[in-house]
């Protein structure tokens, strides 16, 4: 089912000049604002356990976790049939024994497989030279 043009998809929606409720709370306390601050600061002083974490959590935001995959590649080039049958050999390995979880091998394999790919294209427009690639774009 598409929708006319200028007609809304959910007419019976939010009324026009509704303002939120979190624009019209921040609208109130906005000229307090220094007031607050300085009144946060001093309970965190005084050792308020909420205030301290509130003060904290401004100063140092939580640290995102580390979702790298380490993980070592034979020597050569990753798109020789040996090299693609020892990576998935190896892959398999590090998921049975917990080292890398289902999804990491999964984003592994679709990153190797991207790169596989972009070596193949490279050598295709090299081997076929500037001219068949102009030929492509015409």
Same mark, same amino acid.
């Given at each position: ?17 509704? /303002?939120? #409720?979190?624009? !019209? $709370?921040? &609208?109130?306390? +906005? =000229?307090? *604002?220094?007031? %607050? /601050?300085? #009144?946060?600061? !001093? $309970?965190? &002083?005084?050792? +308020? =356990?909420? *205030?301290?974490? %509130? ?84």
């Amino acid at each position: 089912m598409t929708f006319q043009p200028g007609q809304s998809g959910n007419p019976n929606g939010r009324p026009k000049n509704i /303002v939120d #409720k979190r624009t !019209e $709370l921040r &609208r109130l306390l +906005e =000229p307090h *604002a220094n007031d %607050l /601050v300085n #009144k946060l600061v !001093e $309970l965190a &002083r005084a050792g +308020e =356990p909420t *205030a301290l974490k %509130l003060c904290i959590e401004r100063l140092l935001p939580r640290v995102k976790p580390d979702n790298s995959i380490y993980f070592e590649l034979p020597e050569g080039r990753l798109d020789t049939d040996d090299n693609i049958l020892q990576i998935t050999h190896d892959i398999t390995r590090a998921v049975a024994s917990g080292q890398m979880t289902i999804e990491e091998a999964n984003k592994f394999t679709v990153f190797l497989e991207h790169q596989r790919w972009a070596i193949e294209a490279a050598e295709c427009r090299e081997k076929d030279g500037p001219l068949t690639e102009l030929l492509k774009l015409s």
